[in-house]
């Protein structure tokens, strides 16, 4: 993994085409980006993948999608397991 | 993909837990089973697949996971193209 902060996008609470725009916009000058989220906001996280997809077809395709839980740490001062995902996006080759 | 629909777990409305009993009860007998959403229960999706795989640690593990878009007919009669995902689970080998 890069460890390059400016091919990573992370899914928070902004509009979801603030999160496509910023992807295309890195994938212009970077050979791969990653999408990350965690929580409800990895069904945005998708979202925002199959967007920047079509909106660029066929110029970009989908490399890997990860899946795993984080432990956090509540505001309640409890250890609660979140869902993540990472979705890796690059340039079609061929 | 096998055409054996007890293989698919198909993540609705019910509560979390009864996804994760359904998926470890069929992983009991299947080789690999696959857990499907889309739209925002994607998210549940993906939490399902972790407790699963958290409560058996370490009988199972992630096969794959593909994400993908759908056009659904919504209620007003317009399209609308919804996230899908698709985790497969499989028993670990070695």
Redesign the interface.
Known sequence: MSDNSRDIIFIGKKPLMTYVTAAIIQLATQPMITIKAR?????IA??V??LVL?KTKPAFE?EN?????ESLVAADGRNR?V???D?SIKRTTG
Request: net charge negative; aromatic share 0%; charged share 15%.
């Open positions: 929580g409800l906001t990895t069904a998708i979202d993948a199959q079509s989908i999608v990860k899946i795993g839980s397991d869902s993540t995902i979705i």
